[in-house]
């Protein structure tokens, strides 16, 4: 039976439909416009070094190639997986011969996050010179996967991820290749972009796999799409940039009060492979740090949520930490504790060696009774209200309120009974 797409060739589609010109990109024109920053250098005709971060399908390699097209530069393309500097060297000196003749050169590195700092550093005299324009394409955030020394001769540009707008710019573009409409339902084609995942290249992938299939009598449905098309597994590298990304994106929804969000998150995180300890960890974290004495509870519900999870393992474990997010998240919030700490750490450090006053050391031996350890001592139990307003703060110290807390959960009784205990202790103090 006669395939979808006829006419077989070894490129793939992805090759085949790669942008001929700049105008093609999609979904990078806050870069490539007329007013943009590469828009404006291509204006002028003078490329300078630069780093493409961006995600997986963005355009990286085919915008690099390309301003090399547009500048009559010559494209010299490597891999950092797969060369070193005995590599760099060679191209170096040639890069130089071609520079005696009026020729300039466009090194692209490709995965440049993966060059050691050493392989880093031999490019530095030749960017700075001019010998070659470096453009380096990345998947992980420059600042810290590339040397100071290196970002600083050079440009960071962001692309964007293919949204959906740009995702079905190049499925009318395969349209016009083949010749024919897609035979997809509108379901199955907004469902096709959403699992592209924003990556234009995995979008032609899937493309081309169905260009193979034997045409369908009617055009294929999202279910049917299913079956055929094994589900990406969203982009998340529990070593780099993604993943803390998303406990930051988490923790900051749980802070927000928005226990949906973070329920996403939290999903994005599961189903991206992250050690669900490691996610327990981090929310036992934010119960003593975002919710504190608001809730005290809070703690001991979340260290159970992780022990459940100890227990149970996965996937039926999740849904207690699930649990414990929806707990926090709405929860009353308070940093109280956590910014009385820091204060009185500052403190702390301040004042040195400081020692307690003399009435609240113990005395065990006579010495010690002799020069006046626990002298006036009063045992609070035994005073009017159970509070004797003594100070324990050092003599020479002045007393310090470092835990403020908030009119919030809990803390709004424990502010009550703070501020009875201040007016007390002024009273008894005066008498």
């Not at 749980?254 to 599961?270: E, F, H, Q, T, V």
């Not at 050690?275 to 960890?281: E, K, L, S, W």
């Not at 504790?337 to 006053?357: D, F, Q, R």
Request: net charge neutral; proline share 5%; hydrophobic share 35%.
């Amino acid at each position: 039976m006669e395939s979808l797409f006829e006419s077989i060739n070894n490129k793939p589609l992805a090759e085949r439909l790669r942008p001929k010109s700049l105008t093609d990109i999609v979904g990078q024109d806050h870069l490539l416009a007329q007013n943009g920053p590469i828009g404006q250098m291509i204006k002028a005709n003078k490329i300078t070094s630069m780093i493409l971060w961006g995600p997986p399908g963005s355009g990286k390699t085919t915008l690099a190639r390309l301003l090399a097209q547009q500048t009559n530069l010559y494209f010299e393309p490597i891999s950092a997986v797969f060369s070193g500097v005995a590599d760099l060297r060679k191209i170096f000196d040639q890069a130089r011969q071609r520079r005696k003749v009026g020729e300039g050169t466009i090194l692209f590195i490709d995965e440049i996050h993966r060059f050691n700092r050493a392989q880093q550093d031999s490019l530095l005299n030749h960017v700075e010179d001019g010998t070659v324009i470096l453009i380096g394409a990345t998947t992980e955030n420059p600042s810290f996967e590339i040397n100071a020394a290196l970002l600083s001769r050079v440009q960071v540009f962001i692309l964007n991820r293919l949204n959906g707008d740009a995702l079905e710019l190049i499925l009318k573009h395969v349209e016009l290749y083949i010749k024919r409409t897609l035979p997809l339902d509108e379901q199955a084609r907004f469902w096709l972009k959403e699992i592209s995942d924003g990556d234009g290249r995995y979008l032609l992938n899937l493309i081309e796999t169905l260009l193979n299939l034997p045409t369908p009598s009617e055009p294929f449905n999202s279910e049917q799409l299913k079956d055929i098309i094994q589900r990406r597994l969203p982009i998340y590298d529990k070593d780099r940039e993604s993943h803390y990304n998303l406990i930051s994106a988490l923790h900051k929804s749980l802070r927000g009060s928005d226990p949906d969000a973070a329920l996403y998150w939290l999903a994005r995180m599961l189903v991206g492979g992250e050690d669900p300890h490691y996610i327990a960890r981090r929310l036992v974290r934010f119960a003593t740090e975002d919710v504190g004495m608001a809730d005290p509870h809070a703690l001991t519900f979340t260290l159970n949520a992780w022990q459940t999870y100890e227990r149970l393992g996965s996937p039926e474990g999740e849904l207690a930490l699930a649990q414990a997010v929806v707990y926090l998240g709405t929860s009353p919030k308070s940093n109280s504790v956590y910014t009385a700490l820091a204060a009185a750490k500052k403190s702390a450090k301040e004042t040195g060696s400081l020692t307690p006053p003399k009435h609240i050391l113990n005395a065990p031996t006579k010495l010690m009774k002799d020069i006046g350890y626990g002298t006036n001592y009063h045992y609070d139990h035994n005073e009017e209200e159970a509070f004797s307003g003594q100070n324990y703060f050092p003599d020479n110290m002045k007393r310090i309120e470092f835990y403020q807390p908030s009119t919030r959960g809990l803390e709004k009784e424990i502010n009550d009974r703070l501020n009875h205990w201040k007016t007390l202790r002024k009273k008894l103090n005066q008498t």
